[in-house]
Nanobody
Framework: QVQLVESGGGLVQAGGSLRLSCAAS????????MGWFRQAPGKEREFVAA????????YYRDVVKGRFTISRDNAKNTVYLQMNSLKPEDTAVYYC?????????????????WGQGTQVTVSS
């Protein structure tokens, strides 16, 4: 059993930055692949970024490459999403997720646990 709690969302102007955090409870956090997804109003939930168990491998959605950085601190049971150069189209509820597989990290089905989400709003 893993519980995930996101924080760090808020309202920023275009070009600004936010750092999202996802705190996990559970004794096997380091063995999970961690991912970030987002869902905008009227749209389906979409993959944003993922990081492997060790943190040595990362994968990003094309539209966030060069702007977003995913990282993890297993000692603190926390995964982060640093978001720079934010655009209005980044506005969404951002969700943290934990899963066991790396080969299907782009799929929601790869993840077993989900946080409740944190709102990110980017104004123009």
């Amino acid at each position: 059993q893993v519980q995930l709690v996101e924080s760090g969302g808020g309202l920023v102007q275009a070009g600004g930055s936010l750092r999202l955090s996802c705190a996990a409870s559970g004794r096997t956090f380091s063995s999970y692949v961690m991912g970030w997804f987002r869902q905008a109003p009227g749209k389906e939930r979409e993959f944003v970024a993922a990081i492997s168990w060790s943190g040595s491998n990362t994968y990003y959605r094309d539209v966030v490459k060069g702007r977003f950085t995913i990282s993890r601190d297993n000692a603190k049971n926390t995964v982060y999403l640093q978001m720079n150069s934010l655009k209005p189209e980044d506005t969404a509820v951002y969700y943290c997720a934990a899963g066991r597989r790396w080969d299907t990290v782009l799929s929601q089905g790869a993840y077993d646990y989900w946080g409740q989400g944190t709102q990110v709003t980017v104004s123009s």
